[in-house]
């Protein structure tokens, strides 16, 4: 994350994370629209936004992280 917020290696990476959004992000959206979603654009960032934070709070705490418990909340969210 320290990375990823320094402009300098933002803009070292640019073109490799506009590929990323475009293809993944893409992915997603069309996924999230077919399954009704209203804004699946917006709804595909939360989405990214809900699986940093998940990767964050594992990485931070470890086994005190409720992994089991925020994968269901976040499958029954999104029908998994």
Not at 29 to 40: F, R, V
Not at 59 to 72: D, L, Q, S
């Amino acid at each position: 994350i320290s990375l990823a917020v320094q402009p300098d290696v933002v803009k070292g990476i640019k073109k490799d994370m506009e590929r990323l959004r475009e293809g993944w992000w893409g992915k997603i959206s069309n996924i999230l629209k077919e399954s009704g979603y209203k804004d699946p654009e917006t709804e595909a960032y939360l989405l990214g936004a809900i699986l940093d934070g998940f990767g964050l709070g594992c990485i931070g705490m470890g086994k005190e992280y409720p992994t089991e418990k925020v994968k269901k909340l976040i499958e029954k969210k999104y029908g998994l």
